[in-house]
């Protein structure tokens, strides 16, 4: 199965990724998956079962690799220095926001934490601290707003 496959799927993979190292990557990863589950995979449907996994797992990739770009960006734009003094400014707020929600009460404070610092949905967080969604909107309701009134009070 796997020398009268490997080529064909590597020549797939690298079409559909574009890359050279994650078409074998990918196809190595089938072919793995394929060794395990032999004995449950129909013989007369091998090559088919094979295409479609490869297919599956290039997606999968090629999902990965935008969300990846898209954070690549994201950090660039945030971490990103300018000439006029932008950039100092901001880290300034920054302090000041992490100030403000250091200083909340919990479970504010963990929620702030698991939701902003740790890309938590709110579902995820309330599911880790025990109490409902809602409750974690009410929480973060809260705390931008004495954020908000945090901050306008220090500019004024």
């Not at 999968?60 to 690549?72: A, I, T």
């Not at 950090?75 to 250091?102: I, S």
């Amino acid at each position: 199965m796997f020398t009268r496959h490997y080529a064909r799927l590597v020549r797939y993979a690298v079409q559909m990724t574009g890359d050279a190292d994650e078409g074998r990557d990918i196809v190595a990863d089938v072919m793995e998956r394929a060794w395990r589950d032999f004995r449950r995979i129909d013989p007369d449907n091998r090559g088919a079962w094979l295409y479609r996994c490869t297919a599956n797992a290039c997606l999968n990739r090629l999902k990965h690799m935008g969300v990846e770009r898209m954070r690549m960006a994201e950090a660039a734009a945030v971490t990103a220095v300018t000439d006029d003094g932008a950039y100092l400014e901001h880290e300034r707020l920054l302090r000041r926001v992490e100030a403000v929600a250091d200083a909340l009460e919990e479970p504010g404070r963990s929620i702030i934490r698991l939701c902003y610092y740790e890309h938590n949905t709110h579902r995820q967080a309330a599911e880790r601290l025990g109490i409902s969604p809602e409750t974690v909107k009410k929480h973060i309701r809260k705390a931008l707003s004495l954020l908000r009134k945090h901050v306008n009070e220090k500019e004024d």
